[in-house]
């Protein structure tokens, strides 16, 4: 599929429409380059995500995380909620922030441990639209989320992104929101500054046998790190330095967030809909000449399936006939 889909607007939930304050303001937060979060409450997510791996899933594998010295930045689709980030965490070893939805904050049990975390809110437009908050607010929030992000970034720590901006249960990519673009800029600027090693965005892939299932296999595929460039005048890099939120140059952020977006795209089914996608694995195994049982290797050879599809060299007839197939088993 050769258009890219609109972002998508986000369905605000009930929790969604509750603005806390109060408790937003009370976020822990760092300008310095030190994690805001706890580090007793990082050692205990990381026994829990441990556990939880071998309860949630039947299979989980990822690719050897590429090695980088600056701070690395996941960024993938999202379609499964809050299990996406717990899976890409999973895989990787250093600590980890990100910029995450207001209420997963302020919430009573969640909120404990995303600010234990270090997970910093977000008031997004649709929210302003909405009239639950003001931009005066939201703007102050926003701007101290992304420079402590950003901060950590500089200072070697990692952070995951999911630049569609909310999740969705589609086999298309769907468009990118500028926020974390704008974010990593300003932590490649920082750890210039600070003589640090070059931050890196690190797309990641996330394959499931089938998202919507209990015990299915997931597998967590990293493709090549994008280095970040500095794209801010010494003036303004020190004024990030300062603790004051300076944007980057909008062509700049418009120009990486493409072209992340189409590196990324062929990480996921990138096909028309759930049934078209399965019916490319149904051939894929088809082909095979021998059995294949890995689900990396399936997403591989599923998408030697896509370009021929793409390319316009799978019959209709033998399209029809595989999503047939695909119905029945």
Known sequence: MD???????????????????????SVPWDHSGK????????????????????????????????????????VSTHINGLVDPLVIVHSQDRRFTALGRHDLVTRPILGWWTRGLGIQPILRKAEMDEGITNSDFAGEINRRSMLTVSNCISNGYSAVVFPEGTSHQDSVLHGFKTGPFRTVFAAAALAELRNLPQPHLQPAGLHWRNHTKFRTDHHVEYLDPIPIPNPYSQEQAQSLLNGEWVEPPESEVIAMRDSVYSILKEATPDSPDWETYRAWIFMAHRKSQTPVVDLHQEVLKTREIRQQWREGNISQELSENALNAAKIL
């Open 3 to 25: 258009s890219k889909p609109e972002a998508l607007a986000p369905e605000l939930s009930r929790s969604a429409r509750r603005i806390d304050t109060s408790r937003l303001n």
């Open 35 to 74: 994690h805001p979060g706890s580090i007793i409450v990082w050692w205990l997510f990381r026994a829990m995500i441990f556990i939880g791996h071998r309860i949630i899933f039947r299979n989980s594998k990822a690719d050897k995380v590429p090695e980088i010295g600056g701070g690395r930045i996941s």
